[in-house]
Nanobody, 118 residues
């Protein structure tokens, strides 16, 4: 089992910045992917960004150039630095972890609310 604990989130004005963090605990394989998804009201959950253990990243087109994902393999943490936020970024953000490669298992955090509003 893997547990994901998120921190960060909150209310920020348009154009502002915010940082999300997530710490993983439990039984982690040598290869796992960490990342963030988000779900806005009335919309499906969508990818924001992922990062492999080796540091390879993948971003949604809508956040490229504004969001930066990073991870600390020694602490099993992943962070998402968000800048130039707009109302379109308002959503519940979920930490994500895919554990293993052969038969991977997916885990989700409980979600943290990000609201961009003046």
């Amino acid at each position: 089992q893997v547990q994901l604990m998120e921190s960060g989130g909150g209310l920020v004005q348009p154009g502002g910045s915010l940082r999300l963090s997530c710490a993983a605990s439990g039984t982690l394989f040598s290869y796992y992917v960490m990342g963030w998804y988000r779900q806005a009201p009335g919309k499906q959950r969508e990818l924001v960004a992922t990062i492999t253990r080796g540091g390879n990243t993948n971003y949604a087109d809508s956040v490229k150039g504004r969001f930066a994902i990073s991870r600390d393999n020694t602490k099993n943490t992943v962070s998402l630095q968000m800048i130039s936020l707009t109302s379109e970024d308002t959503a519940v953000y979920y930490c994500y972890l895919r554990n293993g490669q052969i038969a991977p298992l997916d885990y989700w955090g409980q979600g943290t609310q990000v609201t961009v509003s003046s």
